[in-house]
């Protein structure tokens, strides 16, 4: 079972960037997804989930009209597109799922992360 | 919707028990049984070690145990030891569908 956490960078403020999270070794296509950020030195913070088939969304307050979460379940595969980057949306993203659990609050799978830099 | 509260730090010596504590509101822990807490090793990734309270996930220690009164969550570490010197994080899923995390308690341990 493996989450692997690619497109982060530097980028300036106003920019765009989309991370990909890649899944291997259980059924994507079963479980919803979530994206959960962390600003250097900073706590936890929930952006978005993605039902099963990709056709439901929601996200934080923080992101909402910015952000889109999607998926490709053929390709076991996350996207989030993330639009007009503010400096505070700066820090580590990781995507992370509710595997054996089959919640929709308890993450007992997470990628390693990618580290996000909004900066001029 | 807010994040939920936690001390910045607590600390304790070897063998100790000690409490750390998760406040929110009631749209999220006050109203639901799905509170988490999640250990984090500075550069790891989160690792969950409760669910749902206090249900604890296979292979987890069972010196970790969490409960819930009202608005407010709590996890114990029983027979505190070195490696367990981490940040603990608290969440819950909120009225509005979405999951809320607690600012993080950096654990010392003496």
């Known amino acids: 079972v493996q989450l692997v956490e690619s497109g982060g960078g530097l980028v300036q403020p106003g920019g765009s960037l989309r991370l990909s999270c890649a899944a291997s070794?259980?059924?994507?296509?079963?479980?919803?997804m979530h994206w959960v950020r962390q600003a250097p030195g900073k706590g936890l913070l929930w952006v978005s989930h993605?039902?099963?088939?990709?056709?439901?969304?929601d996200y934080a307050d923080s992101v909402k009209g910015r952000f889109t979460f999607s998926r490709d379940n053929a390709k076991n595969t996350l996207y989030l597109q993330m639009n007009s980057l503010r400096v505070e949306d700066t820090a580590v993203y990781y995507c992370?799922?509710?595997?054996?659990?089959?919640?929709?609050?308890?993450?007992?799978?997470w990628g390693q992360g990618t580290m996000v830099i909004v900066s001029s | 919707q807010s994040a939920l509260t936690q001390p910045a730090s607590v600390s304790g010596s070897p063998g100790q028990s000690i409490t750390l504590s998760c406040t929110g509101t009631?749209?999220?822990?006050?109203?639901?049984?799905?509170v988490s807490w999640y250990q984090q090793q500075p550069g790891k990734a989160p690792k969950l070690i409760i669910y749902?309270?206090?249900i604890r996930p296979s292979g987890v220690s069972n010196r970790f145990s969490g409960s819930k009164s009202g608005n407010t969550a709590s996890l114990t570490i029983s027979a505190l030891q070195a490696e367990d010197e981490a940040t603990y994080h608290c969440?819950?899923?909120?009225?509005?569908?979405?999951?809320?995390f607690g600012g993080g308690t950096k654990v010392t341990v003496l």
């Open positions: 969440s819950s899923y909120t009225a509005i569908s979405t999951v809320v």
């Open positions: 749902e309270v206090n």
């Open positions: 992370a799922t509710s595997l054996e659990m089959g919640t929709l609050d308890a993450f007992d799978v």
């Open positions: 009631s749209r999220d822990i006050g109203a639901y049984t799905f």
């Open positions: 993605i039902n099963s088939d990709g056709t439901a969304t």
């Open positions: 070794g259980f059924t994507f296509s079963g479980h919803w």
